[in-house]
Each structure stands twice: as structure tokens, then as C-alpha cells.
């Protein structure tokens, strides 16, 4: 089980393009127009495996993300989020991760507020087992707008072996919130599973504001 709690002896030889960041608005290069993500099948989620230290669902689905093809691989969640929005964090994230055919891969970053429950959250609660590999047939809710703002950069996975060259899309308001309950119920099951911040460096950060 990967332990945060010893996180600064993780191995990182792979450079200084390190995830997750803090986002500063100010500083970002401004592009008006949305994040460019578009679905083109809907996301299938298949298996629901409790890896240790989170939820992790694999999938099948399709996207274009800034006109290029990728597929849907899974999605798992960090409760504290991992990305930080000019010094400040919501108290779920959930990320989406895709590859395309040469192994390319982007994760699109839903940073979650609290309010409402969500029905396809839900769904993964009820149905997780711990210790346990399941099949599920669970259909995504639409949890991003047609035109998604936020955070485009370029970094790294944010677990071990945290190898670099993967590109961003942090979204900053999804079409989902996790309720009080929701949000209690994977600080039961999960201790806090989110990597510290990490420096720029220098890297080029674009907000996409509508």
C-alpha cells in the first residue's frame, strides 16, 4: 500500500516537472475560450478495485482533448484534493485519466466542491468492497461542461514511479459535488491520499476561461 505519510522519500528521478501545483490565477497565461476537452463516447466504468489508498475504476470512452483522440482508461479520487487554486484546495478531486495510441497520456482533473450528493458517486460507494476486485456496469454522469474552464499544464503522475511528461486539464468547476456524507464515508474507508505541492519551475501555466 503506497503510504503519504512517508511521501518525501518517494523515489523522483525523472526531473522537475512535478504534479499536483498550486494554480495562480495571476499568473497564468489567459486563453478566452474553454479548457479543450470534448467526449465522444460515452464513459463506461467496468471494474472497481480497492487498491489500498483509494477507489479506483477502470473504463472504456472516448474524447478529444485539444483535437487529439485519446481513450478513457479510469478514474480515482484524492480526498484532500491535490491541486491547489491561488493557495486554496477543495476537499475532493477526482481524476480522469487517458492515453492515446502511443501511450500519450492526459489526466482531466475535477476539482470537487462540497454540496450535493452525485448519483454516479453514489454508485461507486455502494458498490465497492474492500479488499476487492469487482465488475461493475456503471455509466459516467456528465460531470464536465460542454465547455470546461480551468487549468491546462504540463507534469507528472502524481504516485510513484511520478513519471513526467503527462499533460493537465484541471478542471475548476465540474458538474459534481460530494455531499457531507459522501465525502465522510472516503475519509472513513481511505487515510488523507494527496501528494504535497510541487514547484513550478518555470513551467507555463494557461487558464482557459470559457
Do not use: C
Not at 485519446?70 to 478531486?93: C, I, N, T, Y
Not at 454508485?123 to 474492500?130: K, L, N, R, Y
Amino acid at each position: 500500500m503506497l503510504d503519504y505519510t512517508t511521501q518525501s522519500e518517494w523515489a523522483n528521478g525523472f526531473g522537475s516537472q512535478q504534479s499536483p501545483i498550486d494554480l495562480r490565477s495571476k499568473d497564468a497565461d489567459q486563453r478566452e475560450m474553454g479548457l479543450g476537452f470534448e467526449r465522444r463516447d460515452s464513459y463506461q466504468l467496468t471494474s472497481e478495485i480497492d487498491d489500498q489508498t483509494t477507489i479506483r475504476v477502470l473504463g472504456d470512452g472516448a474524447a478529444s482533448i485539444f483535437g487529439r483522440p485519446f481513450q478513457f482508461v479510469q478514474l480515482h479520487f484524492h480526498a484532500p484534493a491535490e491541486h491547489l487554486v491561488d493557495g486554496q484546495a477543495q476537499p475532493f478531486e477526482i481524476h480522469l485519466v487517458h492515453q492515446n495510441r502511443i501511450g500519450q497520456l492526459v489526466v482531466v482533473a475535477l476539482l470537487v466542491k462540497q454540496g450535493e450528493a452525485d448519483a454516479t458517486l453514489q454508485q461507486i460507494i455502494d458498490q465497492f468492497e474492500a479488499g476487492q476486485t469487482k465488475p461493475v456496469a456503471i455509466q459516467l454522469g456528465d460531470w464536465l461542461p460542454e465547455r470546461p474552464s480551468g487549468f491546462h499544464y504540463l507534469g507528472s503522475l502524481t504516485t510513484p514511479p511520478l513519471t513526467e511528461g503527462v499533460e493537465w486539464l484541471v478542471v475548476t468547476k465540474p458538474n459534481v459535488t460530494i455531499s457531507e456524507q459522501q465525502l465522510a464515508w472516503f475519509k472513513t474507508h481511505f487515510q488523507p491520499n494527496n501528494r504535497t505541492i510541487q514547484s513550478l519551475n518555470g513551467r507555463t501555466v494557461e487558464y482557459y476561461s470559457k
